[in-house]
Structure formats: C-alpha cells, structure tokens
C-alpha cells in the first residue's frame, strides 16, 4: 500500500506563491501528479509529470505553475506563483504505480488564495 503526505498548503494573497510537496512510500511510480477541487466542483487535474520528465499542465496554471519531482526520493512539487482566487481548492497528490497500474491518493492540502 502507497502512502502520500502532502504539505505546503496555506494562505497566501492573490499574486503570492506556494510550494506543494508530496512524499510517497514505496518506490516505482510511473506519473505523478496534482489535481484539485475546489467546493461544488468536480476534482480536476492541475499538473503531472513522468517518471522520464514530461509534464502536463491545465490551460488554467500553464505559466504559473512548475511541477518536478524527485524519482531518488519519490517526491514530487508543485511550485504556484501569481495564484489567483479561483485557484482556491483541495489539492490532492496522485501517484501511479509502474508495475500495476494502480493511482493512489492522497488527503489532500487546502490552498487559499484570498485578500
């Protein structure tokens, strides 16, 4: 079984930034990524990037956010700069795994971007 902890969420004002980070246990994931929710809308994919490094972006964030990853310590970020307000929601890590296939989840971060 695959455990994520998320970190970095917070409050921050319209313009800031923020750093996610996601730690997973185990090892041998193919894509890892971020997605989010914000209240009565449905979860949605923010950014994700493969094991060899390409990278996937929502329209929304491209040019605002960066995500990397660590593959030597199964991490992975998610660097959000000019946030916006309509970035507000939980934020979510998803990782999959190489061999089978399976996405775990994680619990989940709250983001606040709001003056």
């Known amino acids: 079984q695959v455990q994520l902890v998320e970190s970095g969420g917070g409050l921050v004002q319209p313009g800031g930034s923020l750093r996610l980070s996601c730690a997973a246990s185990g090892s041998d994931f193919s894509t890892m990524g971020w997605y989010r929710q914000a209240p009565g809308k449905q979860r949605e994919l923010v950014a994700a990037?493969?094991?060899?490094?390409?990278?996937n972006y929502a329209d929304s964030v491209k040019g605002r956010f960066t995500i990397s990853r660590d593959n030597a310590k199964n991490m992975v970020y998610m660097q959000m700069n000019s946030l916006k307000p309509e970035d507000t929601a939980v934020y979510f890590c998803?990782?999959?795994?190489?061999?089978?296939?399976?996405?775990?989840w994680g619990q989940g971060t709250q983001v606040t971007v709001s003056s």
């Open positions: 998803n990782v999959q795994r190489q061999a089978t296939g399976t996405r775990y």
């Open positions: 990037i493969t094991r060899g490094g390409s990278t």
